[in-house]
């Protein structure tokens, strides 16, 4: 099925939603990190260290996401995540693998990815010295919304995002970083995207902002049959939000799947009768490894499984 958007600002985009909206497939991206040069301290007869390390911050993933989902990618701090998120968004290449937007490829279709999707991160530029209005008019000026449409837009999206209507024409440097990020929210949502990235939208807000946020999110998949990635620290907002959850680890994809799945799954083998919580899920999938029936056998429990593991990590640090 071949559709015209409808949406007047893709008005001449074609696009085959019977595929998937976004495939990821065996993707890697390996950074190389210079070490502390230490060389200059050794005599020349000493051997010189190596003067970087390579560090595969995203290893081997493969992910499909069907049109009108939701999917949350969790992860420890430093796990890939937001990696994951700029390669997809076109920002960082991939080194190993591919990444296509319905069908489109991040690589050859550049300029077709980047208007099909939105990223929202919270180091998002903005013209400090302009007010959020004036930011996100032009913003709305760089796809082609009419002013006065963009005018009224942007003003609904800020309110109900809770910005007081004094502080919409205020310049944005007087503004609270949370206040800050929502404008950045804000601007995401101003042009319903086709598939929206939200690299922790609602870290730092507070916890009615995050509601706010959510039922956003919720109405651009409702509404505008939006797909959307979002990651998130938070276990509550990704139970509450997504369709099915990737928890990643180093760069690896541990656990894929609906949250009441991977939470039944892990409770088992904590041998609970009821499911484990998403914390429990988390930890679970980011020990120093997966812990196995058999740990669980060897060391009584899960929890003592996990606290030999952790112990491990630590000595192994
Ligand atoms: N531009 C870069 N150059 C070198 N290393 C990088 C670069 N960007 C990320 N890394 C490394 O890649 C790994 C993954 O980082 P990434 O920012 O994707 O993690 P994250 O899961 O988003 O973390 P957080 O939850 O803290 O935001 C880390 O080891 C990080 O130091």
Redesign the pocket.
């Known amino acids: 099925m071949t559709v015209t958007m409808k949406n007047s600002l893709f008005d001449d985009i074609e696009l085959d939603f019977t595929q998937d909206a976004v495939v990821i497939d065996g993707v890697s ?1 390996i ?3 210079p070490r502390p040069f230490l060389g200059k301290f050794l005599k020349k007869s000493e051997e010189k260290p190596e003067k970087s390390t390579e ?1 595969r ?2 290893d081997n993933v493969s992910l499909v996401i069907k049109r009108r989902e939701i999917v949350g990618i969790l ?12 390669m997809i968004s076109t920002l960082l290449l991939p080194d190993e693998g591919q990444i296509r937007v319905f069908g489109y490829d991040v690589i050859k279709d550049e300029r077709m990815i980047q208007r099909l999707i939105n990223r929202v991160s919270v180091e998002a530029s903005f013209f400090k010295k302009l007010s959020p209005m004036e930011n996100l008019l032009y913003a709305a000026r760089l796809y082609n919304m009419p002013g006065d449409e963009a005018r009224s837009k942007i003003k609904s999206i800020l309110t109900r995002l809770g910005i007081k209507p004094d502080r919409i024409d205020a310049p944005l440097e007087n503004m609270s970083r949370g206040m800050q990020q929502k404008v950045a929210i804000a601007r995401a949502f101003l042009t319903s995207p086709i598939v929206l990235l939200l ?2 939208p609602t870290t730092g807000l507070d916890p009615r902002s995050k509601i706010d946020v959510q039922n956003f999110v919720n109405e651009l998949r409702d509404k505008h049959d939006a797909t959307i990635l979002i ?1 998130t ?1 938070d276990m509550d907002e990704a139970e509450a939000l997504c369709d099915r959850v990737a928890i ?1 680890d180093q ?1 690896r994809m541990m656990a894929l799947g609906k949250t009441e799945d991977l939470k039944r799954e892990v409770g088992r083998l904590m041998g609970r009768e009821e499911p484990a919580t998403m914390n429990e899920v988390f930890m679970h999938y980011t020990a120093t490894r997966p812990i196995t029936a058999e740990d669980i056998k060897r060391y009584g429990s899960w929890e003592k499984a996990f606290e030999a593991l952790e112990a491990e990590r630590e000595e192994e640090e």
Do not use: P, Q
Request: no cysteine.
């Open positions: 991206k950074f190389t990190k560090v911050a995203v992860g420890a701090n430093g796990s890939g995540k937001s990696t994951l998120i700029r690299d922790e990651t620290h990643i760069g």
